[in-house]
């Protein structure tokens, strides 16, 4: 029994990730491509720091050293986001496959890669491998990983909670609450093993998405990569799509966040200043509301593997951010799960509509809270969180009160550049994009020019990031200037709004912005670093993370393949590392491979999520 259910999971990567634990790191070299190779018949483009001024000539070398293709770089020049003057390298006329092509300029060489029909496909399944091996309560099985030393004991199981009563950083006491939550399961944010709503909201949506994409869209090959079957996955043979069953055990963690019906709570109302220490905490009639996180008293050691976590864990108070990012996933599942398991979508339903309802009661409930042990994810603007919730409810039911409520909002189709306000870059704080994305693909009431407003806008925020591309030196679609935290998830969230320009007009260009942004990410950037574990030859390895701390203590093992660095960040650098570097680093260069920096190096689920969402996208539509 126990050979038979281990067939249908194939050491995906095991092989790259374990020859890349057991080597050395590769020296980086100056022409930079996307490590894990390029696809044959789409676009190649390698960027090579030198300072000459004038075009160099390059040659493409085939495994046997044969020159198969040549030209003349383009200089580029001055790049500000790397601090470097560099040459731009498009071989994309070439259209071959096969391993151990070399890109040569004078001196110069690049190590070998492979240009191959769809190299995104094991990229796709081992990010989605992270959300498994980030589940709380349940055991991590060794037949589900790709190393045995990844197998660990469930942590937190169960995980129940009541709501916080102690003093907070400021002194302030809290006064709990009179009931105690079972909130087992979901995953652990990031390094930590905090579960915050808010986060779990925006990674949930986009799993989903990727997956109402291909449902919407009729696209078999996505449908296929994401189905049943296609993970490695205790519900791999469960008749229902392996990335929907990995987002449901998020959604049943969320829906046990909300409030219970007849509970009143103590609650800050207002974007209030403390004085003498002291929010003023106002009862509410709390039902429907979300806790913002379910989170340790104090933040534990690194390493700390989740079963070994000995803090008292609580719920921290309802906030309407929380509350509204559970009423738009509810809602989305509500609808996604509706022909699969109608039992399941009515309670979503249900929740989603209780949970709006009392956002709209309470729509000034603020994450401010200083609570040591945990993150914020505290937003002072929720405009965009309702107009989201309000498109995912309105998706869902064509009611008049989410309608009305949808139009009053002024982000009504906005995307992240047009519309009546614009919202920033897709982001946990910034989610009004993917209410658009949801109004501008799902079938709904709204009139088929609102929807064709919807797409219009999406496109032309795609069109904006193709300007950003063009002025970087490492031709990617987002230009800074600043370097955010988690800034290869702002470069990732991008692909989302060029995926779907590319769906909506079959325009190539958008394609190719996509491809560009995951290139960035997997080795074409100034550190010559693949930003994703176990891919290409210059892997991140060393991340911040509580149980794949080997770097800190080799008791414990290195990370799986597939899990994607937060990424070079220039404007917080807050972390022992990162504080050294302060003025020392250009904004694609303030990054380190080290356990320590986790402003720079942590991973997260919000950040996870687009890795997969791009990777199926370019995977789906490579020709
Ligand atoms: O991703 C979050 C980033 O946008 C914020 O600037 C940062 C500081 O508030 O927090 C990040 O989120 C962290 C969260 O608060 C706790 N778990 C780890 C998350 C990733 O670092």
Not at 95 to 109: F, I, M, P
Not at 123 to 143: C, D, G, H, K
Not at 187 to 198: E, L, N, R, T
Not at 535 to 545: D, L
Request: with cysteine.
């Amino acid at each position: 029994m126990e050979e038979a259910s281990m067939i249908p999971v194939l050491p995906f990567v095991s092989l790259l990730a374990l020859t890349g634990a057991a080597r050395a790191e590769e020296a980086p070299r100056p022409i930079r491509l996307n490590q894990t190779g390029l696809e044959a018949s789409g676009p190649k483009r390698a960027v090579l720091a030198d300072p000459a001024t004038a075009p160099l000539d390059w040659t493409l070398l085939d495994a046997s050293g044969a020159v198969v293709a040549g030209g003349k770089t383009r200089v580029f020049g001055d790049d500000a986001a790397s601090g470097e003057h560099v040459h731009q390298i498009d071989f994309s006329a070439v259209r071959k496959t096969g391993d151990g092509y070399r890109l040569k300029v004078g001196a110069a060489e690049s190590r070998p890669f492979a240009l191959k029909a769809r190299p995104d496909g094991q990229l796709t399944r081992a990010a989605l491998s992270f959300f498994y091996q980030q589940r709380a309560s349940v055991p991590i099985e060794a037949r589900f990983v790709e190393r045995p030393d990844l197998a660990r004991p469930a942590g937190h199981a169960p995980d129940k909670a009541t709501c916080f009563d102690q003093a907070d950083e400021r002194g302030q006491v809290w006064p709990g609450c009179d009931y105690t939550l079972d909130a087992s399961g979901g995953w652990y944010d990031a390094g930590d093993q905090g579960k915050y709503v808010v986060n779990g909201g925006i990674s949930v949506w986009t799993l989903v998405n990727a997956y109402e994409r291909a449902a919407v869209l009729k696209r078999p090959g996505a449908l296929k990569a994401l189905g049943d079957g296609s993970q490695a996955l205790p519900e791999n043979a469960n008749g229902v799509p392996d990335i929907l069953d990995e987002a449901r055990f998020e959604l049943t963690f969320l829906l046990a966040m909300q409030v219970p019906e007849g509970k009143t709570l103590q609650v800050p109302i207002g974007k209030q200043k403390p004085v003498d220490g002291k929010l003023v905490l106002t009862a509410i009639d709390a039902a429907g509301m979300a806790h913002q996180k379910l989170a340790d008293r104090n933040w534990t050691a690194l390493p700390t593997a989740p079963a070994d976590d000995r803090q008292t864990r609580y719920l921290y108070y309802p906030t309407t951010g929380a509350t509204l990012n559970l009423a738009a996933v509810a809602a989305q599942a509500a609808r996604v799960w509706k022909p699969i398991d109608p039992a399941f979508a009515a309670k979503c339903l249900d929740a989603a509509r209780r949970a709006f309802a009392a956002a709209q009661a309470h729509p000034d409930i603020y994450a401010i809270g200083p609570f040591t042990g945990s993150g914020g994810y505290g937003d002072g603007d929720l405009t965009d969180e309702a107009y989201w919730a309000a498109a995912e409810l309105y998706a869902t039911t064509g009611e008049a009160r989410y309608e009305k409520a949808l139009r009053a909002s002024p982000l009504f189709l906005a995307s992240p550049t047009a519309g009546a306000r614009p919202t920033g870059d897709i982001s946990w704080g910034s989610v009004g994009a993917l209410g658009t994305m949801t109004l501008a693909l799902a079938p709904s009431g709204l009139k088929p020019a609102e929807v064709a407003q919807a797409r219009a806008n999406l496109i032309a925020s795609a069109g904006k990031y193709l300007g950003d591309d063009l002025g970087q030196g490492y031709a990617l679609p987002f230009a800074g200037p600043g370097y955010p935290w988690g800034s290869n998830s702002s470069v990732l969230n991008r692909v989302l709004v060029l995926g779907v320009a590319y769906d909506f007009t079959g325009e190539i260009a958008y394609r190719l912005g996509a491809v560009d942004a995951l290139d960035y990410v997997l080795g074409r950037n100034p550190l010559d670093r693949s930003y994703v574990t176990g891919f290409g030859a210059r892997p991140m390895r060393h991340p911040h993370h509580r149980f794949w701390a080997h770097q800190a203590d080799p008791a414990y093992p290195e990370p799986p393949a597939g899990v994607l660095s937060g990424g070079p960040n220039s404007t917080s650098m807050s972390d022992p590392v990162a504080k050294d570097m302060k003025a020392q680093c250009r904004p694609q260069t303030c990054w380190t491979d080290d356990y320590r920096a986790f402003t720079q190096n942590e991973v997260a689920i919000n950040w996870n999520a687009p890795l997969v969402w791009a990777s199926a996208f370019l995977d789906d539509t490579a020709r």
